[in-house]
């Protein structure tokens, strides 16, 4: 069970139990209901090569053909079309580890092929082939959904760093930065909070300390100077905020960073 490599696209479903497995030297902690999927060229298993108390279904799909550089065929026996295929070889090649929890709406796929594949009546070749490929499609359109999402999402954080960051001295008001996203203060608290893990005005501080130590680096700015730019109302307001959030005032800072860099 140490991590090793499957032939294949490998899809597992947790039904009870805890899993620490590692995929590509990263570990993962599965709990029920999670789904893990891995590519062919990962290295997936125990990293301390054990198998772990629980249950859990395990599916391989092996492809017609499949790499890093090379588009998802998965042969002749799916109805998916080939742009489908390859499309969703695109989105499984773009994340290094894939585990989608709490993924409670995939679960009947796997007790139905259980229940196919145990059984073998006539036929059940063919609806096994139509689960997986049932399966796909709802894998794709999750897997679509979250990278819109985390775009969406990425895009918010980077757009609300620059409006603030490009004017770090005006004074902030959380109602009138809310209407620039088209948002009441709870809802913009919320998503700020959600994303950034700090509520608005925490966070504007935080960018106001990352700027103040990029120009504390800087020999040629004085601290009252920096004060200013960074919108600190006074050098005493900027010395005991800079000491409360990194433990030490930005004189000594400065020091210490000088002598870090010889």
Not at 216 to 234: P, Q, R, Y
Request: aromatic content about 10%; some cysteine.
């Amino acid at each position: 069970m140490f991590p090793h490599m499957h032939p294949g696209i490998g899809i597992r479903f947790i039904h009870s139990g805890k899993f620490q497995w590692s995929v590509e030297g990263q570990e993962v902690e599965l709990l029920p209901d999670d789904l893990s999927i891995t590519n062919p060229w990962q290295l997936y298993g125990s990293p301390h090569g054990k198998t772990d108390i629980g249950e859990y279904t395990w599916m391989l799909v092996k492809p017609e053909t499949y790499g890093t550089n090379t588009p998802l065929s998965l042969g002749s026996w799916t109805q998916l079309s080939q742009n489908f295929q390859k499309n969703l070889g695109d989105l499984l090649t773009k994340e290094n580890t894939i585990v989608l929890r709490n993924a409670k709406k995939l679960k009947k796929y796997f007790v139905e092929m259980k229940n196919e594949l145990c059984g073998q009546e006539t036929g059940y070749e063919i609806i096994a082939g139509n689960l997986i490929d049932n399966f796909f499609i709802e894998l794709y359109r999750h897997l679509s959904n979250r990278k819109q999402r985390i775009e969406k999402e990425y895009n918010f954080t980077e757009e609300l760093t620059t409006i603030i960051t490009n004017d770090l001295n005006k004074k902030w008001i959380i109602e009138d930065l809310a209407l620039q996203f088209g948002m009441g203060k709870t809802k913009f608290t919320d998503e700020v909070k959600k994303l950034t893990g700090y509520p608005p005005a925490s966070f504007i501080i935080n960018l106001k300390i990352e700027k103040a130590i990029e120009l504390l680096k800087n020999e040629t700015n004085n601290l009252s100077e920096i004060a200013l730019v960074c919108g600190f109302s006074s050098l005493q307001h900027f010395t005991s905020t800079f000491s409360n959030r990194i433990g030490i005032g930005p004189a000594k800072f400065r020091v210490a960073n000088r002598k870090q860099n010889g």
